[in-house]
């Protein structure tokens, strides 16, 4: 079906949904963590078996499929069943027909079922709505949630300016790096003057711990497309340019099949609904460096070139890819847009905090019960995430730090559970928002090694084009080391804060300028531990490699 019309996608829709639907549905949980513990498979055997225990009828009856990631990643396999609004943990082959005969029973037979538990019911979905209930490629599913209803509404009732205002008004801020205005950022690039425009989606998620971007993608490929064509319309772009690390194959195929069959239904490329807008986009694939997450490291890689960072005295949306005007958000911002179009600011103000709009996903792993995916309002309390959310620590632990934001961000203690989930409070905190990803550590981490695992990370992937960032963390790598490894010397941790503070000021790019983020916030935070590893040559958690710890690694 090729839609060259506004009214001729919404008689489609209106036909959709007339036909008759199953009565029953079982969505196997499709997200990386699930796949891992064999939810494909399982996934393959409950369409067997609802074919062999309701015959023919079974398109009428029951439809199974894999959907998007569901969110409980440490409990996988996760299935959910519709209408009941079911969702059943750690499903094993034996579990299939007892979750079939379910269907339609008043109460689950399964002790499985964690439906009304906090990891579920606390959470607000805007970003993942609906992944948990549709194959993320079925297109007809998609129209059906509202898909696309806002790029309709964006070419046919709004001009660029109004699209402009309310992306403004909704106070959409980045959804990685310091959280900077949308608006602003499309405001500029639309102004720009400039022949070719073009419109970017940073999908290079290299954060260790974070898979936010990459289950989007997975789960939700249309809804990314959609807002990225919103944009370009927006800033008046006709080219698009998908940036995916290589680390991410499903996501890759999946853009890619979702982008031919939007080009086959006239949702995407030429003269886009029968408008005078046309919008092409492609896959980019990163080679896998950290620094390409960085904006113009990534404009960088597209153009061929080795991806390394440029000085910021001209903006990107002034001139980026290819020297022409350029925005840059990304997955989980252009997820946001279509949402914000369909329902208006208003509305995705209502939740969250004045200054930080809307909901954020996080990656929530490490020492914790309930590792996994969570999407929240802004606002919401580290402590509510960590414990009302998560579940807290394994029995016999303590909640020791977190880490938000990836090897830039910092660790927070205890006493910091209360500070709220926004990119300003974060910040203040002496950590940040990051794309999403957050490592909980309970009593057996050591801090100042947690600060040595991410400077050897930020050495191993700084592009090296400036000294500060070249020889700087090459510098705090040194004195990190130093201090886990039973040499350190009096002064080591007040050598290590300065050349943080320097490293930060003078660095080319973000991945240098953030690098005292762990640091600073280690040493800020947990002093006694620095002192003990400096003068004593003591592990109190037994990490490091001397007296009190076992082998380092």
């Not at 209106?14 to 699930?34: D, I, K, M, T, Y």
């Not at 046919?156 to 980045?174: D, H, Y």
């Not at 990459?214 to 800033?235: D, H, K, N």
């Not at 886990?484 to 080591?492: F, I, L, S």
Request: aromatic content about 6%; proline content about 4%; hydrophobic content about 35%.
């Amino acid at each position: 079906m090729r839609f060259s019309s506004r009214e001729a996608l919404g008689n489609y829709v209106a036909e959709l949904r007339l036909r008759q639907r199953p009565a029953h549905s079982v969505w196997v949980c499709g997200g990386p963590g699930c796949a891992a513990r064999g939810s494909l498979e399982l996934a393959a055997l409950f369409e067997e078996r609802a074919r062999e225990l309701f015959g023919s009828s079974v398109p009428v009856q029951v439809e199974t499929g894999v959907a998007g990631c569901m969110g409980p990643c440490g409990r996988g396999p996760v299935v959910h069943t519709e209408p009941e609004g079911r969702y059943y943990e750690r499903v094993a082959p034996e579990d299939v027909d007892k979750i079939l005969a379910a269907l339609g029973d008043g109460q689950a037979i399964l002790q499985k079922d964690i439906t009304q538990e906090p990891f579920l019911a606390k959470q607000r979905k805007v970003v993942m709505a609906g992944a948990d209930s549709m194959r993320p490629l079925d297109l007809d599913a998609y129209l059906l949630s509202g898909g696309f209803e806002a790029l309709a509404k964006a070419l046919f009732e709004m001009t660029p300016e109004q699209i402009n205002e309310e992306v403004t008004a909704s106070g959409l801020r980045g959804r990685s790096g310091g959280g900077f205005p949308a608006g602003r950022k499309w405001e500029a690039c639309r102004k720009a003057k400039g022949g070719r425009k073009y419109a970017l989606v940073n999908g290079d998620e290299g954060n260790p711990g974070a898979f936010v971007d990459q289950s989007v993608m997975e789960g939700r490929p249309y809804s990314v497309i959609e807002g990225l064509e919103i944009g370009a319309y927006c800033i008046g772009a006709s080219e698009g340019v998908i940036y995916v690390r290589h680390e991410y194959p499903q996501a890759i195929e999946r853009l890619k099949e979702a982008i031919a069959k939007l080009e086959e239904a006239g949702l995407l490329g030429s003269h886009i609904l029968g408008s005078d807008f046309s919008f092409h986009a492609e896959i980019c694939q990163g080679g896998g460096a950290f620094v390409c997450g960085e904006s113009t490291a990534l404009m960088t890689s597209i153009e061929g070139k080795a991806g390394v960072p440029r000085v910021k005295y001209v903006r990107s949306a002034e001139k980026g890819l290819w020297e022409s005007p350029t925005i840059l958000n990304n997955v989980e911002t252009w997820a946001n847009v279509p949402a914000i179009i369909r329902n208006g600011a208003n509305w995705f103000k209502s939740f969250g905090t004045e200054k930080s709009s809307g909901t954020k996903l996080f990656s929530v792993v490490g020492d914790i019960k309930n590792p996994g995916l969570v999407e929240v309002p802004m606002g919401v309390t580290l402590r509510q995430i960590v414990f009302d959310i998560c579940g807290g620590m394994e029995a016999g632990h303590s909640f020791k730090a977190i880490q938000t934001g990836g090897p830039s961000g910092g660790c927070l203690p205890e006493r910091l559970l209360d500070t709220s989930v926004d990119f300003d409070s974060l910040t203040s905190a002496g950590s940040m928002m990051g794309a999403g990803g957050m490592i909980v550590m309970d009593d057996s981490a050591c801090m100042v090694d947690m600060a040595r695992h991410y400077i050897d990370f930020l050495v191993n992937e700084s592009c090296g084009k400036c000294i500060p960032c070249r020889e700087g963390l090459k510098k705090m790598q040194t004195l990190l080391h130093d201090l886990t490894e039973g040499r350190g010397r009096a002064g080591d941790t007040q050598r290590l804060a300065e050349l943080a503070e320097s490293v930060s000021e003078i660095a080319l790019c973000g991945l240098g300028q953030s690098a005292k983020n762990p640091v600073l916030s280690t040493i800020m935070h947990f002093p006694e531990e620095y002192g003990e590893h400096e003068t004593q040559h003591l592990c109190r958690a037994g990490v490091c490699g001397m007296k009190g710890g076992g082998a380092h690694d």
